[in-house]
T-cell receptor, first 112, second 111 residues
Framework: TQLLEQSPQFLSIQEGENLTVYCNSS?????LQWYRQEPGEGPVLLVT?????EVKKLKRLTFQFGDARKDSSLHITAAQPGDTGLYLC????????????FGTGTRLTIIP | NAGVTQTPKFQVLKTGQSMTLQCAQD?????MYWYRQDPGMGLRLIYY???????DKGEVPNGYNVSRLNKREFSLRLESAAPSQTSVYFC??????????FGSGTRLTVV
């Protein structure tokens, strides 16, 4: 059973376009993280959101945690080829819980 | 700036062979983890260690054993490799806060 479902699974868009990736669950998470993974490397943490409704911005990337803390979204404005990669959301069920649960991933390709 | 170091980077095993994947972190983190990554499945937790001297099962522990040798090192052992264990294995550590630091992975093929 996959607790975190990401959509879309694959996305290929032109440079300069905007996009949104979704991470959904029926479970409540105390915090949610987004990672980006490039080929041959491990995931790298982009952001952590902990409060329902929280919005965080990282340059052209905007992350939002749902009010009920069951879902999250990643919006990229004016996508660039350097944004290409596998984006993973991951959630912690409770503070102090050691088990980070990962989503299924969204493979993003930005075409120059 | 080593972070989390995994060895080896690539390995091919025959069914039934054993091997140990090594992981070391130099960030003085208490918690360490082993994940496997398969296409379309995201990362799944195999085992974790919340502190030196403790280990616990994750989502997919069958066929694996772990050892938290000291605070720096957390190894993953396959006693009798099976083709179903073909995967990319990632070690990670976590310190203050919730962010994980991952190694660059071990690509294992069992034939």
């Amino acid at each position: 059973t996959q607790l975190l479902e990401q959509s879309p699974q694959f996305l290929s868009i032109q440079e300069g376009e905007n996009l949104t990736v979704y991470c959904n669950s029926s479970s409540v998470f105390s915090s949610l993280q987004w990672y980006r993974q490039e080929p041959g490397e491990g995931p790298v943490l982009l952001v952590t959101v902990v409060t329902g409704g929280e919005v965080k911005k990282l340059k052209r990337l905007t992350f939002q945690f749902g009010d009920a803390r069951k879902d999250s979204s990643l919006h990229i404005t004016a996508a660039q080829p350097g944004d290409t990669g596998l984006y993973l959301c991951a959630g912690l069920k409770a503070r102090g819980n050691e088990k980070l649960t990962f989503g299924t991933g969204t493979r993003l390709t930005i075409i120059p | 700036n080593a972070g989390v170091t995994q060895t080896p980077k690539f390995q091919v095993l025959k069914t039934g062979q054993s091997m140990t994947l090594q992981c070391a972190q130099d960030m003085n983190h208490n918690s360490m983890y082993w994940y496997r990554q398969d296409p379309g499945m995201g990362l799944r937790l195999i085992y974790y260690s919340a502190s030196e001297g403790t280990t616990d099962k994750g989502e997919v522990p069958n066929g694996y054993n772990v050892s938290r040798l000291n605070k720096r090192e957390f190894s993953l052992r396959l006693e009798s490799a099976a083709p179903s264990q073909t995967s990319v294995y990632f070690c990670a550590s976590r310190g203050q806060g919730n962010g994980y630091t991952f190694g660059s992975g071990t690509r294992l093929t069992v034939v």
